[in-house]
Nanobody, 122 residues
Framework: QVQLVESGGGLVQPGGSLRLSCAAS????????MGWYRQAPGKQRELVAT???????TYAISVKGRFTISRDNAKNTVYLQMNKLSPEDTAVYYC????????????????WGQGTQVTVSS
């Protein structure tokens, strides 16, 4: 059973910073892609950033240059450093892990965390 647990959300003033973490637990041998998505009230869930096991990254245009995604493969953990936050970044942030492999060689797809609230407000 794979679980993703996010932490690090909260309330921050405009221009501030937050760092989100997401740890995957279970009998995991590898995770091909980890990422962050967000969903604001009344809007669809959207991609924020993804990172492959080898470190290749993609970012949404709206966060490029302000957010940095990173991961620790040994800990099956992904991070999102968010700088220069604006009220438009307010959303529930979800961690995603895709194309997992366990120690038996079995493959699993598309796991989600429970979400962590990020609120940017003065």
């Amino acid at each position: 059973q794979v679980q993703l647990v996010e932490s690090g959300g909260g309330l921050v003033q405009p221009g501030g910073s937050l760092r989100l973490s997401c740890a995957a637990s279970g009998s995991i041998f590898s995770i091909a892609v980890m990422g962050w998505y967000r969903q604001a009230p009344g809007k669809q869930r959207e991609l924020v950033a993804t990172i492959t096991r080898s470190g290749d990254t993609t970012y949404a245009i709206s966060v490029k240059g302000r957010f940095t995604i990173s991961r620790d493969n040994a800990k099956n953990t992904v991070y999102l450093q968010m700088n220069k936050l604006s009220p438009e970044d307010t959303a529930v942030y979800y961690c995603n892990a895709d194309r997992l492999r366990d120690y038996t060689g079995s493959k699993y797809y598309d796991y989600w965390g429970q979400g962590t609230q990020v609120t940017v407000s003065s």
